[in-house]
């Protein structure tokens, strides 16, 4: 009975340490592939468009500070013409919650043309807003705009998918919650990783094909 229950722990024990050893194989593998198309502002090569990820919008209208220094930097890049267009990817599946219309909004103000401006609704994740970007907007290169932690598998993804994409860093400032938000961005690459490697599936909503090379007027409902 003791040699039993030995050899089922020696079991248990060699499929955790693989699987430890797994995760940190892609962990590793996303950040290495994704890093040498990581680049500075004055670097990144110009693209179709200038690609900003979503995140949390406040009940108030206002971006949180990720979003906020996402937005500006992606302006900053459109208006150094880096690219003609800016395409804002975020969650838009509610009537009372709306990412992407809060950066359109800074946008404008900034002075961006509304037709420069394409937003696309259902980027509920970093791999729908990829998929998207390439299947429905039909964009061939892009940059794309997010923090650092963030930018390693959403670079990743993009190019796994066939996108001649690059990224920029867009930290601006020390953010709250960054630890937590890095130690869940592990588990999300080896998510993506099986995802966008084996998995391939695809985005809750696709929808009609709408060029980023048009007028991003017929993607605004606002």
Known sequence: MKNKMKRIL???MVIVLMGTAA???????VRSESKKYIVNPKDVPEAEAILVLGAYVKPNGKLCDMLEDRVAVGI??????????????????QVNYDEVNGMKKVAEKKGVKKEDIFLDHAGFSTYESMY????????????????QYHL???????????LDAYGVNSDQR???GIDKYKTREIAARVKDYFNVNL??????????????????IVTHDK
Not at 23 to 29: G, M, Q, S, V
Not at 76 to 93: E, R, V
Not at 142 to 147: E, K
């Open 10 to 12: 020696t079991v248990i």
């Open 23 to 29: 995760i940190f194989f892609i962990d590793f593998r």
């Open 76 to 93: 900053d890049l459109y208006k150094n013409n880096k690219a003609k267009k800016l395409l804002f990817s975020g969650d838009h599946g």
């Open 132 to 147: 998207r970007a390439k299947e429905i907007f039909k964009a061939k290169k892009i940059i794309i705009v997010t923090q």
């Open 152 to 162: 390693m598998r959403a670079v990743y993804i993009a190019r796994q998918l066939g």
């Open 174 to 176: 020390n953010y709250w």
């Open 199 to 216: 998995i391939k599936s695809k985005p809750k909503h696709l929808g009609d094909i709408i060029p980023v090379s048009g007028n991003g």
